[in-house]
């Protein structure tokens, strides 16, 4: 993360503004109106030489020997008007010789005055923090930037820049409940937060080590931002938080092949291995095909002869064997049986079919109830019917609750309009990659 620089900072620094300053002799001190607005500044008489003095040397060919009379101007003790006008001498000189400590103690100096205006007052404290965070004072710039922020100051990507000083004191927890706080203040303006803050937050949380948070940070810029990549890495945030067997192994995958997150051809094997572990060939073959379609999966591959070509060679006579309807079954058919034939017929894209069997799957003694609503809703989700999908992913609790939700989050994405994204944030303070 880059704070503003020095060059960047003269240059706003004079777009923001400070006051004018011009001589003030006797002679124009008399010419003043006899009335003045109260918010307008006053040099007490005993300072007043001493802002002459040093306007002279900032005027002169020399400006360098005005700073040590602005310095010891600084360090006096001096009503608040004669510090605001001490503070912008500072600001001025250290523009004109480049001198970023002397503008920091201009800045400091103005705000520390309160006199300085209200419309230079969240520039100012910005102004403040940036300075502190390229002297890596994190405390003090975490409060200069927090005050800006709360003034409603919105430029130089100050969002990202205040949530860093919490990480640079390894306080992850503080700098992710930071981010909380700004991304939902940014969504509720009607302007979305961009892409670029959810993933600085997914890496921080990562970078904590708490895979709590990463996998919860994962998540939220999925929902937020949903693309095979975002979906493909809540995806995996969840599967290092907890361990999945191999039936929820292949319910994950299920997932991924519907988000778009399976992104290599490492993925197309795991999924087809899985699959033709529980015999699912059509499942093993609309996978690979996939991967063939969109071109991950080479038609030289070892997966086409290891793999595909068997399954094809399987679907025929598995397909004519199975049973169409639950009553078709021998016996009267554990609840497992259900829901393996359920999922033979969710490979071959029946999904009536499938929902029918884990349905049956519910209703026999001992039945595990999460597999087979988790059935139900990724049948229905294939299916299109997202309403029901949605009411099934309800009912999943236990290890597959954090699939279940995912799946809601994607579900509730493919209707919900998008909000319009927030502009780039300016390149002087674009975070570091």
């Known amino acids: 993360m880059r704070f503003l620089s020095h060059f960047s900072m003269a240059v706003a620094l004079a777009t923001a503004g400070t006051l004018a300053l011009t001589a003030m002799p006797q002679d124009a001190q008399a010419a003043q109106k006899k009335k003045e607005k109260k918010s307008e500044i006053k040099i007490s008489k005993e300072v007043r030489p001493k802002v002459a003095e040093i306007q002279k040397a900032m005027g002169s060919d020399t400006p360098a020997t005005a700073k040590p009379l602005v310095e010891a101007l600084l360090a006096e003790t001096l009503a608040p008007d004669d510090r605001y006008i001490a503070g912008q001498l500072a600001i001025q000189l250290g523009g004109t ?21 209200a419309e230079q007052l969240p520039a100012f404290n910005f102004f403040a923090g940036n300075f502190a965070y390229g002297a890596d004072r994190w405390a003090d710039a975490a409060k200069w930037f927090q005050a800006a922020y709360d003034l409603g100051y919105r430029q130089n990507n100050i969002e990202p820049l205040l949530a860093e000083t919490y990480f640079k004191r390894n306080m992850h927890v503080e700098g992710l409940a930071k981010w909380d706080e700004i991304l939902n203040n940014a ?13 600085l937050a997914r890496d921080r949380a990562l970078a904590s080590g708490n895979m709590g948070l990463y996998s919860t940070w994962a998540a939220r810029w999925a929902s937020a931002y949903p693309s095979g990549d975002s979906w493909g890495d809540a995806v995996a945030a969840s599967r290092r938080t907890s361990q999945a067997d191999s039936v929820q192994n292949l319910e ?62 399987e679907m025929a006579a598995d397909k004519q064997s199975l049973p169409s309807d639950p009553s078709g079954v021998r016996g009267s058919g554990s609840s497992s049986v259900m829901m393996n034939f359920a999922d033979v017929w969710l490979g071959y894209k029946d999904y009536g079919k499938a929902v029918t069997f884990y349905k049956s799957g519910l209703s026999k003694p001992g039945s595990d109830m999460n597999r087979g609503y988790m059935g ?5 989700a294939y299916a299109g019917n997202f309403a029901a999908a949605h009411e099934a992913f309800a009912k999943v609790s236990g290890t597959r609750a954090p699939l279940a939700k995912m799946w809601q989050t994607w579900i509730d994405q493919q209707s919900k309009p998008a909000a319009p994204a927030a502009p780039a944030a300016p390149a002087a303070a674009e975070p570091a990659s």
């Open 97 to 117: 010789l480049k001198d970023t400590g002397l503008q920091e103690k201009g800045i400091i100096a103005s705000l520390d005055s309160g006199r300085t205006g």
């Open 187 to 199: 969504n509720a303006s009607g302007t979305k937060a961009p892409e670029s803050w959810y993933r």
């Open 252 to 313: 994950v995958l299920r997932f991924m092949k519907a988000t778009g997150s399976l992104k290599t051809s490492g993925d197309y094997k795991e999924f087809a291995e899985e699959a033709q572990r529980k015999n699912l060939f059509g499942e093993v073959v609309a996978v690979l095909e996939d991967g063939q379609q969109k071109g991950i999966v080479s038609s030289t591959s070892p997966m086409i002869a290891e793999l595909l070509t068997p399954a094809r060679r």
């Open 376 to 380: 139900i809703g990724t049948a229905e």
